[in-house]
């Protein structure tokens, strides 16, 4: 099981930058494929990015391929989220979340989620 907490969100204008982190705990991190999604008022959870357990293998959604990287540091059992070039249709609650077995763009499909940061990106 793990616990995963977020940090890093707030305000920023149009075409700034923000770092989220996702803190987990427990001492089997580097088993979990890690995943971010974000929720904007009204709307769906949407799929943002993930990285698998070592690594190696990233996957973007294409409204974020190019401006967003993600990343983790297995020694520090953290994962983050580097947001380029921010746009008002960014402004979300963006959410951690970890799976043993999966490592897609289906949010229903993780077992493990933090409770949110909130971007808000203003134009």
């Known amino acids: 099981q793990v616990q995963l907490l977020e940090s890093g969100g707030g305000l920023v204008q149009a075409g700034g930058s923000l770092r989220l982190s996702c803190a987990a705990s427990?001492?089997?991190?580097?088993?979990?494929?890690m995943g971010w999604f974000r929720q904007a008022p009204g709307k769906e959870r949407e799929f943002v990015a993930t990285i698998r357990w070592n690594g190696i293998s990233t996957f973007y959604s294409d409204s974020v391929k190019g401006r967003f990287t993600i990343s983790r540091d297995n020694a520090k059992n953290t994962v983050s989220l580097q947001m380029n070039s921010l746009k008002p249709e960014d402004t979300a609650v963006y959410y951690c979340?970890?799976?043993?077995?999966?490592?897609?763009?289906?949010?229903?499909?993780?077992?493990?989620w933090g409770q949110g940061t909130q971007v808000t990106v203003s134009s």
């Open positions: 427990g001492r089997t991190f580097n088993t979990y494929n």
């Open positions: 979340a970890a799976d043993r077995a999966y490592s897609g763009s289906n949010h229903w499909q993780y077992d493990y």
